[in-house]
């Protein structure tokens, strides 16, 4: 079964600085990645995802993730980050071998905005 | 306007009650979704329908039942309720089962507390 790893539970950064939250997925073929944010007390709002094509890919909110087949990574980046960027992250991955087309999420990784 | 909207947002409750979560989405899709998010965060799918028929049930106890009515509404009904059976639970809902085009919405979340 696919896995989905997040190493950084808790990741904090001043107002301005880049960004980046890890991601690594485990799985045999070509998987389907998200990444999802989750603002205290709400549901998941979708920035991004990777299907195929350009391994780099544009979300909203400023944020990008590439596609690294080699690393079995995934990783989000934002160039200048707003306080407003506090919340909870989330990759998440599709079996698009699978019939279920289920989401499996990685544990999270929660980003403080030190302004 | 809201997409997927789920009631209550907060219920609280004594164990071995039996208590329902709502969720109802307006965007025309098949498929729908209940997810469990503990302390800790980890989401994990529980149910998926798709056109009212139950596709993904997850080990879940068969305290929990859900029912969908029709494709605008899944319900989730948990009976005898429990301690740990405390966690924030999460409605989405995507155009079909089939492809990566079909992206998962997500609802507020209901938390619900087990006294």
């Known amino acids: 079964a696919q896995s989905v790893t997040q190493p950084d539970i808790h990741i904090t950064v001043s107002e301005g600085a880049s960004l980046e939250l890890r991601c690594n997925y485990s799985?045999?073929?070509?998987?389907?990645l998200f990444w999802y944010v989750q603002s205290p007390g709400q549901g998941l709002q979708l920035l991004l995802k990777?299907?195929?094509?350009?391994?780099l890919v544009q979300g909203i909110k400023g944020f990008e993730a590439e596609f690294k087949r080699s690393q079995s990574s995934f990783n989000l980046r934002k160039p200048s980050v707003h306080w407003s960027d506090a919340a909870e992250y989330f990759c998440?991955?599709?079996?698009?071998?699978?019939?279920?087309?289920?989401?499996?999420f990685g544990k999270g990784t929660k980003l403080s905005v030190i302004p | 306007d809201t997409a997927v909207s789920q009631t209550p947002k907060y219920l609280v409750t004594q164990m071995g009650n039996d208590k329902s979560i709502k969720c109802e989405q307006n965007?025309?899709?098949?498929?729908m979704y209940w997810y469990k998010q503990d302390s800790k965060k980890f989401l994990k799918i529980m149910f998926s329908?798709?056109?009212?028929?139950?596709?993904i049930n997850e080990t879940v106890p068969n305290r929990f039942s859900p029912k969908s009515p029709d494709k605008a509404h899944l319900n989730l009904h948990i009976n005898s309720l429990e301690l740990g059976d405390s966690a924030v639970y999460f409605c989405?809902?995507?155009?079909?089962?089939?492809?990566?085009?079909?992206?998962?919405?997500f609802g507020a979340g209901t938390r619900l507390s087990v006294l």
């Open positions: 989405a809902s995507s155009l079909g089962l089939a492809g990566p085009e079909n992206i998962q919405y």
């Open positions: 799985y045999g073929a070509t998987p389907y």
């Open positions: 990777y299907f195929s094509g350009d391994t």
């Open positions: 998440a991955v599709v079996d698009s071998g699978a019939g279920s087309y289920q989401l499996t």
């Open positions: 965007l025309g899709h098949d498929t």
């Open positions: 329908y798709n056109n009212k028929e139950l596709i």
